[in-house]
């Protein structure tokens, strides 16, 4: 089992990066790819998913959202896309108090949790998220459709980023507009502008 890999970004796309480490390149899924910078140097936590017929491996910028993830995956009907959905937020610490006060109406905000799922998250991890620490200190820490493509790059990438979490191309021809409408100077501001917006729907 992996813990994490010291590596040079090579290669950034809405559904993952690629992290080389003495002349391999790995493909790792993450939250918020466009957070990470090619040619950058990072320290990226993994955790290793093994299938049947699959083994993948998911990046994280720190230890408190690797152990978020893993809380995440032992709900029931929790897989790993969606909870990385649920990472890609900001909002980490308004995601554990919304579990702690019962608010389903906010998890159902994510893509792919429902009712059901969002009151399964309560259950399982309700008063179980002391230990991740505080949550406030690490906030800010292409195959895309025609009719979602925009004039400007930064927020054609954030859509299709977007889109890869698994909002739908309706929510997301909604926010075009506003993420148009946005001042931001690259892709990262773009996307997390677009997830608090998704998330006051």
């Given at each position: ?7 040079k ?13 003495n002349?391999?390149g790995y ?19 993994l ?7 699959d ?5 994280f ?6 152990q978020l ?10 897989g790993p ?12 610490s ?10 389903d109406?906010?998890?159902?905000k994510?893509?792919?949790i429902?009712?059901k799922t969002?009151?399964q998250?309560i259950?399982?991890l309700?008063?179980?998220?002391a ?9 800010g ?9 925009a ?14 979490l698994?909002?739908?191309?309706t929510e ?8 148009l ?7 990262d501001?773009?996307l997390r502008?677009?997830?608090?917006l998704l998330?006051?729907k």
């Amino acid at each position: 089992m992996y813990e994490y890999i010291n590596g040079k970004i090579t290669d950034v796309s809405p559904y993952h990066i690629v992290v080389e480490n003495n002349g391999l390149g790995y493909l790792v899924y993450v939250a918020n790819p466009f957070s990470y910078q090619v040619e950058s140097q990072q320290k990226v936590y993994l955790y290793q998913a093994v299938r049947d017929n699959d083994i993948s491996l998911y990046g994280f910028k720190n230890k408190v959202e690797k152990q978020l993830f893993l809380k995440l995956l032992n709900v029931s009907g929790i897989g790993p896309k969606s909870a990385l959905a649920i990472l890609a937020s900001d909002d980490l610490s308004g995601l554990v108090t919304a579990i702690n006060n019962d608010d389903d109406g906010y998890l159902v905000k994510f893509p792919g949790i429902g009712k059901k799922t969002a009151k399964q998250i309560i259950l399982d991890l309700k008063g179980k998220l002391a230990d991740l620490g505080n949550l406030d200190q690490l906030q800010g820490q292409r195959g895309l459709a025609l009719d979602l493509a925009a004039e400007n790059q930064y927020v054609t990438e954030s859509l299709e980023a977007l889109l890869a979490l698994g909002y739908t191309k309706t929510e997301l021809k909604k926010l075009k507009p506003k993420l148009l409408d946005y001042q931001a100077s690259s892709t990262d501001e773009y996307l997390r502008y677009g997830l608090k917006l998704l998330m006051r729907k």
